[in-house]
T-cell receptor, first 117, second 117 residues
Framework: GAVVSQHPSRVICKSGTSVKIECRSL??????MFWYRQFPKQSLMLMAT?????????EQGVEKDKFLINHASLTLSTLTVTSAHPEDSSFYIC?????????????FGDGTRLSIL | AQKVTQAQTEISVVEKEDVTLDCVYE???????LFWYKQPPSGELVFLIR??????QNEISGRYSWNFQKSTSSFNFTITASQVVDSAVYFC??????????????FGQGTRLTINP
């Protein structure tokens, strides 16, 4: 079945560092990918919708200059957390929707646990 | 705006008991999808079921069953003869529209289910 790969699975870094997270669709082309954030013991909140070849659509309250999204190909979207601070520590998870129509659910990556010291 | 409510924050039962997880949703759209996902401690999201708003037929898959009632805007999930491996956080989610591009997922707060041996 369809698989979405997310890398890295865990990142620990110092405050001020920029961190890039990759989301790849392994056996299908994904024109649309989604980035979610999940704080401990909380729900998943959509951050942005990543569209191949165009600018990402950000949800209200999400800083586009802070969370840079690039969807340069049909199989790869990247989320860069720029100048990360401890409050950015969270679980980031991506998903991809297959383009064959609405019969396929979103396929989720395994998530990236980001810890900023 | 759409909203998903999972009123049960945590549930703890003894193995082999049946357990029902509640989900109530709000949407102004007449066409939408409802989902259930399982999130084990490792963090990945496991897709369990998708239902569209035109299909109120209940579904059974092994020990899992789902009851969709549009009249009460509910999409409840029952695990029969629970097992320790069922321990996880379960999320109910909603996406509006059945056309491509309308696939943003709105998640409930999640229900942490603990099955004790």
């Amino acid at each position: 079945g369809a698989v979405v790969s997310q890398h890295p699975s865990r990142v620990i870094c110092k405050s001020g560092t920029s961190v890039k997270i990759e989301c790849r669709s392994l056996d299908f082309q994904a024109t649309t990918m989604f980035w979610y954030r999940q704080f401990p013991k909380q729900s998943l909140m959509l951050m942005a919708t990543s569209n191949e070849g165009s600018k990402a659509t950000y949800e209200q309250g999400v800083e586009k200059d802070k969370f840079l999204i690039n969807h340069a190909s049909l199989t790869l979207s990247t989320l860069t957390v720029t100048s990360a601070h401890p409050e950015d520590s969270s679980f980031y998870i991506c998903s991809a929707r297959t383009p064959q129509g609405d019969n396929q659910p979103q396929h989720f990556g395994d998530g990236t646990r980001l810890s900023i010291l | 705006a759409q909203k998903v409510t999972q009123a049960q924050t945590e549930i703890s039962v003894v193995e082999k008991e049946d357990v029902t997880l509640d989900c109530v949703y709000e949407t102004r759209d007449t066409t939408y999808y409802l989902f259930w996902y399982k999130q084990p401690p490792s963090g990945e999201l496991v897709f369990l079921i998708r239902r569209n708003s035109f299909d109120e037929q209940n579904e059974i898959s092994g020990r899992y069953s789902w009851n969709f009632q549009k009249s009460t805007s509910s999409f409840n999930f029952t695990i029969t003869a629970s097992q320790v491996v069922d321990s996880a956080v379960y999320f109910c989610a909603l996406s509006e529209g059945l056309i491509q591009g309308a696939q943003k997922l709105v998640f409930g707060q999640g229900t942490r289910l603990t099955i004790n041996p």
